[in-house]
């Protein structure tokens, strides 16, 4: 980080650092003819002219490359001539070897240079792409509080297969985390399907299971239209994992629909607990195959109970020594520890054990439950019946918590 900022700062053109780092070329170049006066004649100096011509090209640009070049021919030049040897055979195999050497080194600096801008533009797009698919949650919704973090293994860019999104209803929060088979720009399009099917239909009054059959719908036609039919089995192996958690606002539980996707994590009262879906589905854009019921499972989820919602970037990632992260055991030490918090720890600790790129792309979301808030008053009355319904509504199935 230290040499990086360095490097900034001496391709920085109205820099400090740049000028002092010119200023030093220059006298190098400088002293080149004035030690020639002094040394005997049967010793140059000629050859460490090359020296501030490649840093300069290197640090500065090719434009500062290219004016360092030109001192440095007109200062071999002035040693030439100050020993009347300037038409000597060897004078001139230096001169023309230090031209054509600079005129090198400047083209592959302007090359460099050209390279850097346009990965900068193409990081710029990649950020704006992200802003647009992977929108920020927001910090609240209804009475949880909501935390995310995202890393990206591609390089350079910030866009990756996993996503994840929040929605509201009347009476619940909905959030949705994924991934899309594949990883970094290669899954935009998958990733784009999948977050524009569930923006467009989880705020609707439906039951999770239709919102389910919803996205089902709606990822396998999105990727049956896209598919360029070159390749029979590029349309089985497109998928993308997901879960779906639904938590009422009036009542101390959560929904959970995995479609092959990494139990959620339960922290209560300092314990650790997976929500195990009995029965997951298939991952989405597969579902179709094997008529695939959505059925909700339902856990208790109290006030001051903490959600975490992860990817499997997050629990493949391998130390040095190929030793998998170890999730479970490093959240039970933050289990009081407020969302932002929590996702920071773990983020933090997991590219601590890596200590190297990700591998894969990796997202977190952590969930804390506030308070219930109850319906409005006029729709107390009916509030009894309403939960009595859910209770007795198929495939939901009250679930116990511990390990």
Same mark, same amino acid.
């Given at each position: 980080?230290?040499?990086?900022?360095?490097?900034?700062?001496?391709?920085?053109?109205?820099?400090?650092?740049?000028?002092?780092?010119?200023?030093?070329?220059?006298?190098?170049?400088?002293?080149? !003819?004035?030690?020639?006066? /002094?040394?005997?004649?049967?010793?140059?100096?000629?050859? %460490?002219?090359?020296?501030?011509?490649?840093?300069?090209?290197?640090?500065?640009? *090719?434009?500062?490359?290219?004016?360092?070049?030109?001192?440095?021919? +007109?200062?071999?030049?002035?040693?030439?001539? &100050?020993?009347?040897?300037?038409?000597?055979?060897?004078?001139?195999?230096?001169?023309?070897?230090?031209?054509?050497?600079?005129?090198?080194?400047?083209?592959?600096?302007?090359?460099?240079?050209?390279?850097?801008?346009?990965?900068?533009?193409?990081?710029?797009?990649?950020?704006?792409?992200?802003?647009?698919?992977?929108?920020?949650?927001?910090?609240?919704?209804? @009475?949880?509080?909501?935390?995310?973090? #995202?890393?990206?293994?591609?390089?350079?860019?910030? =866009?990756?297969?996993?996503? $994840? *999104?929040?929605?509201?209803?009347?009476?619940?929060?909905?959030?949705?985390?994924?991934?899309?088979?594949?990883?970094?720009?290669?899954?935009?399009?998958?990733?784009?399907?999948?977050?524009?099917?569930?923006?467009? *239909?989880?705020?609707?009054?439906?039951?999770?299971?239709?919102?389910?059959?919803?996205?089902?719908?709606?990822?396998?036609?999105?990727?049956?239209?896209?598919?360029?039919?070159?390749?029979?089995?590029? =349309?089985? &192996?497109?998928?993308?994992?997901?879960? %779906?958690?639904?938590?009422?606002?009036?009542?101390? $539980?959560?929904?959970?629909?995995?479609?092959?996707?990494?139990?959620?994590?339960? +922290?209560?009262?300092?314990?650790?607990?997976?929500?195990?879906?009995?029965?997951?589905?298939?991952?989405?854009?597969?579902?179709?195959?094997?008529?695939?019921? #959505?059925?909700?499972?339902? /856990?208790?989820?109290?006030?001051?109970?903490?959600?975490?919602? #992860?990817?499997?970037?997050?629990?493949?990632?391998?130390?040095?020594?190929?030793?998998? $992260? !170890?999730?479970?055991?490093?959240?039970?030490?933050?289990?009081?520890?407020?969302?932002?918090?929590?996702?920071?720890? %773990?983020?933090?600790?997991?590219?601590?054990?890596?200590?190297?790129?990700?591998?894969?792309?990796? *997202? %977190?979301?952590? =969930?804390?439950?506030?308070?219930?808030?109850?319906?409005?008053?006029?729709?107390?009355?009916?509030?009894?019946?309403?939960?009595?319904?859910?209770?007795?509504? @198929?495939?939901?199935? @009250?679930?116990?918590?511990?390990?």
């Amino acid at each position: 980080m230290e040499f990086g900022s360095r490097l900034s700062a001496m391709q920085d053109p109205v820099g400090s650092g740049c000028r002092v780092f010119l200023a030093v070329m220059i006298a190098i170049i400088t002293a080149v !003819p004035i030690a020639d006066h /002094f040394l005997p004649e049967d010793i140059h100096l000629a050859h %460490v002219l090359v020296v501030p011509v490649a840093l300069a090209s290197a640090f500065t640009g *090719a434009v500062r490359g290219a004016l360092t070049g030109l001192a440095a021919v +007109l200062a071999l030049v002035a040693a030439g001539a &100050e020993r009347h040897t300037l038409s000597s055979e060897n004078v001139l195999v230096q001169l023309g070897s230090l031209v054509l050497l600079s005129v090198l080194l400047v083209l592959i600096s302007a090359l460099r240079e050209r390279r850097r801008h346009e990965l900068q533009e193409l990081r710029e797009v990649s950020r704006a792409t992200q802003g647009v698919l992977l929108r920020p949650l927001p910090t609240h919704a209804g @009475p949880v509080t909501i935390a995310t973090a #995202y890393r990206s293994a591609g390089d350079g860019d910030r =866009i990756g297969g996993d996503l $994840y *999104a929040v929605a509201r209803t009347a009476r619940a929060t909905r959030l949705l985390i994924g991934d899309v088979r594949g990883k970094g720009l290669c899954s935009i399009g998958d990733t784009e399907t999948v977050l524009g099917a569930f923006r467009a *239909a989880a705020h609707r009054q439906e039951p999770l299971a239709e919102l389910m059959e919803s996205l089902e719908a709606g990822v396998r036609w999105e990727l049956t239209e896209s598919w360029d039919g070159t390749n029979e089995s590029d =349309i089985g &192996e497109r998928f993308v994992t997901a879960a %779906v958690v639904e938590i009422p606002d009036d009542e101390p $539980y959560v929904r959970v629909v995995s479609c092959g996707h990494l139990p959620p994590i339960l +922290l209560h009262d300092g314990t650790v607990t997976t929500l195990d879906v009995p029965e997951p589905a298939p991952p989405l854009g597969l579902g179709g195959l094997t008529g695939s019921s #959505y059925a909700p499972t339902a /856990f208790p989820f109290a006030p001051g109970d903490r959600l975490l919602l #992860y990817t499997d970037g997050v629990t493949e990632a391998r130390n040095g020594a190929g030793e998998f $992260y !170890p999730l479970m055991s490093r959240v039970a030490e933050w289990a009081d520890r407020r969302p932002d918090q929590l996702v920071r720890k %773990v983020t933090d600790d997991l590219l601590a054990h890596v200590a190297a790129p990700l591998q894969d792309d990796m *997202a %977190v979301v952590a =969930i804390l439950r506030d308070a219930l808030g109850g319906p409005p008053p006029r729709a107390r009355a009916h509030a009894g019946a309403d939960t009595a319904a859910d209770a007795d509504e @198929p495939g939901v199935r @009250p679930a116990g918590r511990g390990l």
